[in-house]
């Protein structure tokens, strides 16, 4: 069997100053292999964005390791590395520039032709639902959240990476939207066989894409394995919250259970 994509083994992150330290995350461990999808989930403030950063490199580790096939995590933009998917995609792209050739930077930068890159872009445009004869010559700072959130998605496909780090990627778009983007990423990680590791508040979401699910609670795993197991037979009282409070229809928000439970004992990490 081939070694898995991404091992992220007992990650620690901490910020702040030693007199007031936030520990963002207390011993997150996983992997992932290609072609295979996991989801991150839990509240505000669980640690999921400081998690996929601290994969990606981009926020120092205190404690614990991640490898990349084996190795140490490098940026590559051509095909076979890692992209990520920004929570807040406005500020992941280059203001100033066109937005074809932010979407074709992957391809320009390993030396893919400006003709050929740019018509890719175009395609990668039109497959996340832009008209590239619309929006290909607007300035990245002229798009509104959703539309730099589309442009990211992308460009991170574009690049076929062989780890794609999404936070949040479908949170700020329309339902109609939602379900076309979590298409073309199901067909990366089919398709490609990329490895997915996908951040979201949305259990639906989660539940259709992921084979398996991370819980998180205060910077903690509170539970991790397959989603059928995690999703749908919970141990820990956080998880069972967290499934709790999904909005059904014809449920009304009081009937919606308030999360209110205690950290995760270690019993429940596994
Ligand atoms: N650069 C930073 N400096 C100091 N504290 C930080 C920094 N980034 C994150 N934190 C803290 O780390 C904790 C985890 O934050 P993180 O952004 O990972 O949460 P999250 O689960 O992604 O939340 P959300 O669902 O709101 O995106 C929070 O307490 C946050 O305030
Ligand atoms: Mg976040």
């Given amino acids: 069997m081939n070694a898995p994509v991404l091992e992220v083994d007992d990650l620690h992150v901490r910020f702040g100053s030693e007199r007031e330290p936030v520990h963002a995350v207390r011993g997150v461990g996983f992997t992932l292999d290609a072609g295979t999808v996991m989801g991150v989930v839990g509240e505000s403030g669980s640690g999921k964005s400081t998690t996929a950063k601290a994969i990606a490199g981009l926020v120092p580790i205190m404690q614990g390791s991640v490898r990349f096939h084996g190795g140490p995590v490098r940026h590559r933009p051509g095909p076979g590395g890692v992209q990520m998917i920004f929570q807040d995609p406005i500020a992941s792209l280059n203001p100033h520039r066109q937005v074809r050739d932010v979407v074709a930077e992957p391809l320009l930068i390993t030396g893919t032709s400006l003709r050929r890159a740019r018509s890719q872009a175009a395609e990668a445009l039109a497959d ?17 959240g959703g539309q730099a959130q589309r442009v990211a998605i992308a460009r991170a496909l574009l690049a076929r990476p062989a780890l794609l780090i999404a936070d949040e990627p479908v949170s700020g778009l329309d339902v109609s939207v939602q379900a076309g983007i979590i298409n073309l990423l199901h067909r990366s990680v089919t398709e490609q066989g990329t490895a997915l590791l996908f951040v979201s508040h949305d259990l639906s979401v989660v539940r259709s894409l992921c084979e398996s699910v991370l819980v998180l609670y205060r910077g903690e795993t509170c539970e991790q394995g397959p989603c059928s197991h995690v999703l749908g037979n919970p141990q820990h009282p956080y998880t069972r919250s967290l499934i709790a409070s999904v909005p059904e229809p014809g449920r009304s928000l009081a009937q919606v259970p308030v999360a209110s439970v205690s950290a995760p004992d270690s019993s429940s990490v596994g």
């Fill in 128 to 144: 996340v639902g832009l008209d590239p004869d619309i929006f290909g010559g607007r300035r990245a700072r002229q798009l509104s």
